[in-house]
């Protein structure tokens, strides 16, 4: 990893709220944390949900994803540590091992499985969705893969280690880059005692989610397996934090959309009559390369 210098934040953010995760079955009964729930959606525009899967047990994660659809925003699949097999209906197959992540835009309609390929041992990691703007939804979808050294790093002075999936982050372009929604997303490793400050635009909302150790901001304590929601002062110009001891945790920040959002499942649109259009595409086998309504 690089050494970069500490960026200056003068006017941080303070914390609006913390907020422990909601456990849930997904899939074919894999055991989840869901951090992000669609009660924030609107709050955390352009993130819809988050997830957070981990446990040493087998019969916690082996049924994994089997065949599922999705249509009108993406998927951001992290895993820290484990082995899972993604295949689709666009014809992407790849395979999401340690420190990897799988980036995939749903767009007009996938159908895909994510299934794990191990029958023992830790999997760990998060499943992000990222909604996309009116003008994309039915766009053609995209897939990629990406392998832990194809995630740029760095190391701050303090002593944080940082992976840029997406966005910028002192001077790091990250893996993925997305005009409009303009997302944030860092891994950051960070030693006892030390701090981190990130830069954000005032009007991108903004979430941490701790799940190694514990940090502070601004006095304010946030736990392992907590998500702490930073307000959005308009005089601010980002985000500082301290290790209390030493604490791993993502950073999510994006530009909202300021659009409606229509839910059903795995069907993100705008309006109850995109809803039930996905709903039928599917019904009809055409939820997927060759969907009709782009």
């Not at 799988?102 to 007009?108: K, L, N, S």
């Not at 005009?179 to 635009?201: E, K, N, R």
């Amino acid at each position: 990893m690089s050494i970069v210098s500490t960026e200056t934040v003068r006017t941080p953010r303070s914390v609006e709220r913390v907020i422990q995760g909601q456990s849930v079955m997904d899939g074919a009964g894999v055991k989840i944390n869901r951090v992000l729930t669609n009660t924030l959606q609107r709050r955390l525009d352009p993130f819809l949900m988050l997830d957070n899967f981990g446990s040493e047990a087998a019969g916690d994660y082996i049924a994994g994803f089997p065949d599922h659809p999705h249509r009108g925003f993406e998927t951001v699949t992290y895993m820290l540590e484990g082995r899972m097999r993604h295949r689709d209906s666009a014809g992407n197959e790849g395979l999401l091992a340690n420190g990897g992540v799988q980036w995939m835009t749903a767009g007009r309609g996938v159908i895909h499985s994510e299934m794990p390929e191990q029958e023992h041992g830790r999997m760990d990691g998060f499943q992000l969705w990222l909604n996309l703007p009116a003008k994309d939804k039915l766009c053609k979808p995209w897939y990629r893969d990406f392998t832990a050294e194809q995630v740029p790093s760095f190391t701050t002075a303090q002593g944080a280690d940082v992976r840029v999936i997406a966005g910028e982050s002192h001077g790091v372009q990250g893996a993925v880059q997305r005009p409009v929604t303009q997302p944030l997303y860092i891994d950051v490793v960070l030693p006892q005692g030390a701090s981190f400050s990130q830069q954000l635009p005032a009007g991108h909302n903004a979430f941490i989610f701790v799940y190694r150790g514990a940090v502070q901001i601004d006095g304010k304590p946030v736990a392992s397996g907590r998500m702490a929601i930073f307000d959005n002062a308009a005089d601010s110009d980002g985000v500082t934090l301290a290790a209390s001891e030493d604490a791993r945790f993502i950073l999510l920040a994006g530009r909202p959309l300021n659009e409606p959002i229509a839910q059903y499942g795995p069907f993100v649109m705008n309006t109850q009559a995109e809803l039930m259009q996905a709903v039928e595409d599917f019904r009809a086998g055409l939820l997927g390369e060759e969907a009709q309504h782009a």
